[in-house]
């Protein structure tokens, strides 16, 4: 999902059928950052408007209230960094194990001595 603002306000607001006025409060909420031009005018991304729509998810499909929905944000974010976190942990053992691996000596071999089983 791009980063890159690319749509003003009325075509946000458009895409995910909400008021303008609607998203400026989302913003002054802190539910939303869209970036902003030299000028001042509000420029979202994909991924704003990805945040808008489940906004409006759970806004109006589950009836949270707007400090539901900060909470559900700020705990889905937190769980998304965590998640990459554990990745980046996860790559870094991987890759220390291909170090360790790469020290054995292969010409070693524990041999075994087969005991034939007693008669009685």
Do not use: C
């Not at 008021?19 to 991924?47: C, F, M, N, W």
């Amino acid at each position: 999902m791009s980063e890159r603002p690319i749509y003003m306000i009325s075509v946000a607001a458009d895409l995910v059928g909400m008021h303008p006025q609607t998203l400026r409060i989302y913003e002054q909420k802190g539910l939303v950052r869209p970036q902003r031009t030299p000028g001042g005018t509000r420029l979202y991304s994909e991924a704003d408007v990805e945040r808008l729509r489940i906004i409006q998810r759970l806004t109006t499909e589950l009836g949270l209230n707007l400090a539901g929905v900060e909470l559900v944000l700020r705990l889905e974010d937190e769980l998304r960094k965590a998640h990459a976190q554990i990745e980046r942990l996860q790559a870094q053992v991987q890759d220390e194990i291909q170090k360790v691996h790469k020290h054995y000596r292969r010409d070693l071999v524990v041999y075994r001595e087969e005991r034939s089983p007693e008669r009685r």
